[in-house]
């Protein structure tokens, strides 16, 4: 059964840093893209950026960049989402999401987004 499980969030300061992680079970996601998206108390799902299967490529929202990274370890099917200098509006539950087969990356609509892991809460507060 194909599943997608987030980790790794919790409360912060201002300037601090997090490392998510995204596990998955089934083959489903060794070897395909995966996607981070956040989602702000009343705000839409948001993309933050993604993977190509083999870890070679990503893509980054605007706002992502510079501060936000992904990574992945397919020996053990997992995607990292690394946080760096993080503010109080990065507050938000942290998702994980794949598409199945599907080889592109840079797909930034949640719709498109089959597989969806329950979410880790990040609160970057003092």
């Known amino acids: 059964q194909a599943q997608l499980s987030e980790s790794g969030g919790g409360l912060v300061q201002p300037g601090g840093s997090l490392i998510l992680s995204c596990a998955a079970s089934?083959?489903?996601?060794?070897?395909?893209?995966r996607a981070w998206f956040r989602q702000a108390p009343g705000k839409d799902r948001e993309f933050i950026g993604d993977?190509?299967?083999?870890?070679?490529?990503?893509f980054y929202a605007d706002f992502a960049k510079g501060r936000f990274t992904i990574s992945r370890d397919n020996a053990n099917n997992v995607v990292y989402l690394d946080l760096k200098n993080l503010r109080p509006e990065d507050t938000a539950v942290y998702y994980c999401?794949?598409?199945?087969?599907?080889?592109?990356?840079?797909?930034?609509?949640?719709?498109?987004?089959?597989?969806w892991g329950q979410g880790t809460q990040v609160i970057v507060s003092s």
């Open positions: 089934g083959h489903l996601f060794r070897h395909y893209p």
């Open positions: 999401a794949g598409r199945g087969v599907s080889l592109r990356i840079g797909v930034t609509g949640p719709r498109e987004y089959r597989y």
């Open positions: 993977i190509s299967g083999n870890g070679n490529n990503t």
